[in-house]
């Protein structure tokens, strides 16, 4: 259940870790540091809170996450798909409730895989992955607006449409240095020579944007025009947070939905990973690891953290193989940190601003929209209301409704897909051709077959199909193509087995699977309709049929009832 692949490496596999190897997974791990400090700068303002908690919350919880992970490359920290959900805590309960709903989500996390929850989480529909992912693209975009445009505002709405009307309204206070260095980081980035990827264009963007704006004292915001000196809010001493039971029953939503999307995106990540070294991840084992490394980003006064695909592809591109990348990708984190404090005050916030542009864009997925005539109409339904829930509503209500929204929609094509049939030829395969004819014109016998799952959905829909039925003394069910049976289903079958019993109608089931049939014998169905009336074929079927009927014959006729 929890078994960290670094542990089970050193035990089951230590001649993997050849000093090649692990200079090699070093030297990824310093990259990957490179690429993570400006992420999480900018993820830590993004979120509301100053940026020295995005880079603790990229050293503990990264450093946590690659020690107790299920993966061998998985890079964790804070990521764009948090934000929302952060800012919005934020806003509403402040810095302590964050630290309070992290510390839960983590305690939240470490159950779901401890109750082996890893799996589940993949039946989460794609539509609603999508839906949000791309609301939070947008969003992330929005929140940068302020930033690339130097309009200097603050207490900006965390509303969509509140926020965007209040750029609108200010964009004539537009800081036209900003504006022209956002443009060229914009153009740096995206020309930037992808065969440099020793160097990453945010870094490298990063560093010069900063010299720039220093040298020439250019008027464009930095971190330390906008925070200050930030080196107090970097504090490594733990802080244990308090326990407000009312405040905690308050933000029990927000951390269920924090637990919810760090799980799918660390598990995302880790499939990723697994796609690019060809190995397998342990998806509880990693589910207790983010559990706690949001432990333990919360006792440092972090915010919560999961699985990163891009700083992932980044560590495996760059030779990554073992969690020795990522446990060494924290460590230089914390001594770059420690010794460049005082220059990475100096980067300019419209650099930040367009590193998350990036961000945005590559979260967006322009090919679902694309194809969205193409999909099923309700998979169309589900990933729309996400996505306009996540950007014009909440996060959590979005995950909610389109859970539900999909539940529904998914009952629907079942219902759908369940029908019941009685004419075509195939209600009759196994039975000979020659004698399928002579079947059909028995009288008094009514042949129907379920065709799909037999539940909620369809068991109403069949109780009116065979309420119907009149003058009929034997009724064959064949369910040779009903994989599943819920209680409703079996109350529905129950129902028709009185109605046949009032009217003296015989009640034959053929070719039950295993599902229904369990279902049945639980219920003691088998003993109530009696065995004689099951059958292993519909040939069986047709013969106890004929048999009930030549029965009930010489039966009224002896006693001479019309």
């Known amino acids: 259940m929890f078994k960290p692949k670094l542990f089970t490496l050193l035990k089951n596999k230590p001649k993997e870790f050849t000093f090649s190897r692990i200079i090699t997974d070093i030297n990824a791990g310093l990259i990957v540091a490179f690429v993570a400090i400006p992420l999480s700068i900018a993820f830590g303002i993004a979120s509301g809170v100053v940026p020295g908690k995005g880079l603790i919350t990229a050293i503990v919880a990264g450093f946590l996450i690659s020690l107790f992970s299920g993966s061998r490359v998985q890079i964790g920290g804070p990521t764009g798909a948090l934000v929302v959900i952060v800012y919005g805590i934020i806003q509403n309960y402040g810095t302590n409730g964050l630290v309070t709903a992290t510390a839960m989500a983590g305690i939240l996390l470490i159950l779901m895989g401890l109750l082996k929850f890893g799996k589940v989480i993949r039946y989460i529909p794609d539509p609603i ?9 947008v969003i992330l975009f929005s929140t940068q607006i302020n930033d690339f445009f130097g309009l200097e505002l603050s207490n900006i709405p965390a509303n969509f449409i509140d926020k965007w009307a209040l750029y609108i309204k200010t964009i004539g206070n537009l800081n036209i240095a900003t504006f022209i260095m956002g443009v060229a980081v914009l153009l740096f980035v995206g020309f930037y020579p992808k065969k440099f990827k020793f160097f990453p264009a945010s870094l490298a963007v990063l560093i010069f944007s900063t010299l720039i704006v220093h040298f020439f004292n250019l008027p464009i915001d930095t971190i330390f025009s906008r925070f200050g000196d930030i080196t107090e809010s970097i504090d490594f001493a733990p802080h244990i947070p308090g326990l407000n039971v009312a405040l905690m029953s308050k933000l029990f939503q927000p ?12 598990l995302l990540s880790a499939v990723v990973a697994d796609g690019m070294i060809g190995k397998k991840h342990r998806s509880n084992t990693e589910l207790i690891a983010q559990g706690i490394a949001n432990l333990g980003s919360a006792v440092f006064g972090g915010i919560p953290a999961t699985g990163a695909i891009a700083r992932t592809a980044t560590n495996i591109n760059n030779g990554g193989r073992t969690p020795i990348a990522g446990i060494a990708h924290a460590i230089f984190m914390l001594v770059l940190v420690l010794v460049f404090i005082k220059y990475i005050v100096l980067i300019p916030m419209v650099t930040l601003a367009c590193i998350l542009f990036t961000v945005a864009y590559r979260m967006m997925d322009f090919g679902a929209f694309k194809e969205i005539l193409k999909a099923p109409v309700s998979d169309s339904i589900v990933l729309i209301t996400t996505f306009a829930l996540t950007v014009f509503a909440d996060l959590v209500y979005a995950i909610e409704i389109g859970m539900i929204l999909a539940s529904f929609l998914f009952m629907k094509r079942m219902s759908d897909i369940a029908n019941i049939d009685t004419s075509s030829h195939d209600v009759y395969e196994g039975i000979d051709e020659d004698k399928i004819e002579k079947k ?3 009288k008094g016998i009514v042949l129907y ?3 799909g799952p037999f539940f909620f ?7 009116e199909y065979i309420e119907k039925i009149k003058d009929c003394k034997v009724i064959i069910l064949r369910m040779r193509k009903v994989p599943a049976m819920d209680e409703t289903g079996y109350h529905a079958l129950y129902k028709i087995y009185k109605k046949c019993a009032s009217s003296n109608t015989s009640l034959i089931l053929c070719q039950i699977q295993k599902q229904p049939l369990k279902v049945l014998k639980n219920y003691g169905f088998i003993e109530i ?14 013969k106890k049929a004929e048999e009930y009927i030549s029965y009930v014959e010489e039966y009224n006729n002896t006693f001479h009832i019309k």
């Open 129 to 137: 992955t999508t839906g949000f992912t791309n609301g939070i693209a």
């Open 255 to 266: 951390a269920l939905t924090i637990a919810i999307l760090v799980g799918i995106e660390s």
């Open 440 to 442: 059909r014109k028995i």
């Open 449 to 451: 077959e379920i065709n």
């Open 457 to 463: 959905g369809a068991a109403s829909t069949f109780v």
């Open 529 to 542: 309709l009696g065995r004689a009336n099951f059958a292993l074929n519909i040939d069986t079927a047709f």
